[in-house]
């Protein structure tokens, strides 16, 4: 669960932070392959991020290390940066990681998060030509990333928000029961733009629908959800669409729960961290996910021994973020490729990639745009048929539709600038 | 329209009680001590977690049983070891001993039972429809937390009005040296008290943390909201904090069910906007969004045209 | 007065300085930081230390500021405006000052719990609004700007950290000037007076409440004015940066620093900008220490570290300091020892895998790592138990020689 001293420490004795003055290492064919994770690990929000951190050193050592290294014998290792999940924490880690010679930065939670870093390494890409540094993002969905934001040196592994839409929508076209849906969601960006695209895409699909409810709630500060299930349900609605996480989350499905209505709640994050836990028996059959992987069933042999070692080194943790993995993979297989570790060539290799992972998805890194093209699942909470349960707590998730990589592709706005070299 | 009336009414009146159960114990140890406990919702949560934890061994009564008592103790231990000392440095130091108190239990509790949410279920016992109407359930553990809060006021009310501890207890707020001179020792009053105001927002914590989610958050989240209670009802003032509590919880219940805003304002008052309008935000805003806010206008309000508070008396 | 001058001068050179000696981009990046977060809290200073009046709401200010100065960076990038970015802490500190203008008009009527609620309330609206009023604050991406448009300064572009340093270091050069002559004023005495008795300054016909206000609206401006070079440095602002969350951690500065002491709140911003940049990244407990460093603080040091160093006063001015020294040591060798072994089981408590710690493989599940980092505190507690009175008797001597010279 922590990252401990030993390999904080390090960074201290060698390095002395505070006076690094002048001393820029000579690229060793021994020196391992440094590469940063950007993400909260002390905080409210830490469980997220180190729940991804033990998956990613727990990837390196699996897949890498143990098996004699990547680029001829260099080792990799993980550094990991708290950003705390806040826009201004990440400006200062971010300074550290350059300080560090950390020139690839794995980050995934808070769109605002990846959306300041997003900024940050442009304008230092800019200012600094040769001292480039690139994004690997894991888990943030504002689509502006891959559209009217995007970089060069930054790469999206998770699918956006509204190709997840797309995707979910269809399948509450096809329940021919839904009549009607309530939207409720976190006042902020991602909020809005589920709200928003929600409505949208269910009035081309199926305009019988009736979108009995679009309600905002501020995020992170209430308190008791009841007076909004309160609306719901006098509303009528047969199904509830969300895009909350965390608390608001769990509290959200559990006063729909407790108020006895059984419309199924629609969600992004809704499973995992002690969520599927607390919702347990009540949740069965009636959350549903839209993700980017299928927990259950495992399609690979690969798949499952990877989650057995997962599971035997960390009792208490699920794989949560196979998307983590995917990105690792892929930028290893980019340095190979190039043979190098410079992010530019990185970049690179990395763009038009076709990569097949370790769940047997076939994966492509669409040029254009930097966003990868990757299947979706919609899933299920429920206790049966399930091989990997969450929070050990014999409840999981299983695959009940699936959509493939060229069907989730979407069209984008980005007009790439690229850097000459 | 009638229905979510109701639902609205009742909701506020299981929030403002839950408040109340906290503001009562706040309301109390400021009136003793002279200082905002800043670290009162932190008790609350301590409450949820220590629960949570009880009632894996022993159940949901085990856990409402004794972890009040746990929460009560250590709040006596911060009393007596922490604040006390830092009582002579001034109101000042103590407001900061308190805040500073709040943080550090927000990282022990993440400390002992780590970040993630805990699954703190209410008791099968409870777990039913006390009535439903409009298709609407309204579960008989809400009931069972409407009875317990005002199950304490009334005790509370009663031992504080009729019997010798409370008349002790409100001779202590008001002449702390007359009552020393005859004999009783006010120091051990001021931690019991403390105790016994921490051990409320314990029952809090018990009985909201399986509604209102279990999380390190929880504290936070619940937030200023009790200060800001006990100010609005008059700093001291119990009959206040309760007045204030249901105030408050019905306010920000109506606000999330009323389905209005600035659009029927202006369309009330026959003004249009472009959504181009540099004020688009404000021209669309609409009461459920304002919902948590409200309380903070209503205490800037009341500060301002009644600085010692609804029912107070007393200017510091 | 020449002592003075001297003082002013030797902090110009330790500004002047301070990136020779860390010029890393993060050692650069420390200074800048620090240098927001000392004007910032002295402006807090100057509201509670000096004005007597606790506010929870100091972030609003600060962040109002920084707003400002971004969207001023983004008129001077799209041409609207024509000045160079030098001029943007100018910026943050007006509308700071109108801020204050503002919310100081109803809210320093009163100071104590009122001024403190209200204070807290303003803070949570303007929270509140930052996340519903979108264009403006930009929602929780916050809004972005560019430093690097508009005329250039003799040739400066602040493409660089290490050029917005000696930027940040002017302006809070110049700031720190300004609040230090304020403390001299009749209106800076006034304030003093009016926290300390606001009866008595009444009685002899000043009005408490303009006294306070005009304190009010000098702390708001100044913190504005940090809000600018925040601002300039980041080149971009989120509405964390006026929430309790910010105006939480100015206060413990200035707590931590020492209230009653112009010094003690740069003392505060280093420390706790040194914790939280350079702790954050070995330990995910930092939290924790710091809520038990801030407890023991006040619990301990009532008037903060520079109380500490000014407790010293008497024992220097007799000389006597150096018999403090041996006794310091060797009560700080067993309380560093307890210390060290604390921290041990805390990290060992929640480490997964073996824990490297001085030199030793310590391991979650194993009796004997337990028993060694316990008999570890035990010892370092004993030694403090031991040094303890000898710490209390050289304590004494030198106070007591000191009250001697004085009779």
Partial sequence: MLHSFSRSLRPLLTASLLASAALTPVANAQDPVRLGFMDPLSGTFASVGTSGLNLLEFAVDYLYNSKGGILGGRMIEIVPLDNKQSPTETQLQFRRAVSEELRILFQGNSSAVANTLNQTITRHNRRNPGQEVLQINYAAVDPILTNEECSFWHFRFDAHAVMKLEVLTDFIAMNEDIKSVYIIGQDYSFGQVVADNTIRLLNEKRPDIEIVGNEFHPIGTVKDFTPYVTKIVSSGADAVITGNFGADMVSLARSIIDSGMDAPIYTFYAAYDGITATLGEDGKDRIRLIHTDSANPIASKTRRDFNHTYKDAHPNFDVTQSRLVNALMMVVTAMEKSQSTDPYDVAVALEDMRFTNIGGDELWMRPDDHQLIQPLYISKQTDEGIEFDADNSGYGLLTEYEVTADDTALEHSCRMRRPRR | ?316 | MKKHLLLWAAYALVLVLLPSLFSSVLGISILNQMTIWILFALSYNMMLGQGGMLSFGHAVYFGLGGFMSVHALNLIADEVLVFSITLIPLVGGVFGLLAALFIGSFSTRKAGTVFAMISLGIGELIVASSLIFVDFFGGEAGVSGDRTYGPAFFGIEFLQDSEVYYLGAFWLFVATLLMYLFTQTPAGRMANAVRDNPERAEFIGYSTRRVRFITFCAAGMFAGVAGGLFAINYEFITEENLNALTSGRVLLMAYIGGLGFFIGPIIGAVILTLMNSLLSNYSEMWMLYLGILFLLTVMFLPKGFAGFIMMHRAAWNNGKMGSLVLPYCLTALPAGLFLTAFIGMVELSHADELLHFLSMDLANDSAFSWFVLAMLAAIGAGGVKLARPRLAAAWEHANAAAQEAKS
């Fill in chain 2, 1 to 316: 329209m009638n229905e979510v009336f109701i639902f609205a009414t009742l909701n506020g009146l299981v929030t403002g009680l839950l408040l109340f159960m906290l503001a009562s114990g706040l309301t109390l140890i400021f009136s003793m001590m002279g200082v905002l406990n800043f670290a009162h919702a932190s008790f609350y949560m301590l409450g949820a977690y220590i629960a949570y934890t009880v009632s894996g061994y022993i159940g949901f009564w085990g856990g409402l049983l004794i972890a009040p008592l746990l929460v009560g103790a250590l709040g006596a231990g911060v009393e007596r070891y922490g604040l006390r000392r830092v009582h002579s440095y001034g109101h000042v130091a103590e407001l900061i001993f308190t805040f500073g108190l709040a943080f550090l239990i927000e990282e022990l509790v993440q400390f002992f039972w780590g970040r993630d949410t805990k699954n703190y279920q209410t008791p099968e016992l409870l777990d039913f429809a006390l009535f439903t109407l409009f298709g609407q359930e309204f579960s008989a553990y809400r009931g069972f937390m409407i009875a317990i809060s005002l199950g304490i006021f009334a005790a509370l009310y009663v031992v504080l009005t009729r019997s010798r501890v409370g008349i002790i207890i409100q001779a202590s707020i008001s002449h702390p040296h007359t009552v020393a001179n005859l004999g009783h020792n006010v120091p051990f009053i001021f931690m019991c008290v403390f105790g016994a105001g921490t051990a409320l927002a314990g029952v809090a914590g018990v009985i909201a943390g399986p509604v209102l989610t279990t999380f390190p958050g929880m504290a936070v989240v619940l937030g200023s909201i009790v200060y800001i209670i006990v100010v609005i009802g008059g700093l001291g003032s119990l009959p206040g904090a309760f007045i204030a509590s249901l105030l408050v919880g019905l306010l920000q219940s109506y606000a999330i069910a009323a389905d209005a805003g600035m659009p029927e304002l202006l369309e009330w008052l026959g003004v249009s906007f472009e959504r181009s309008h540099p004020l688009n935000d404000l021209w669309t805003l609409k009461l459920p969004q304002i919902a948590p806010v409200l309380p903070y206008l209503l205490l800037i309000l009341v500060l301002i045209f009644k600085p010692t508070g609804l029912m107070g008396n007393r200017e510091e």
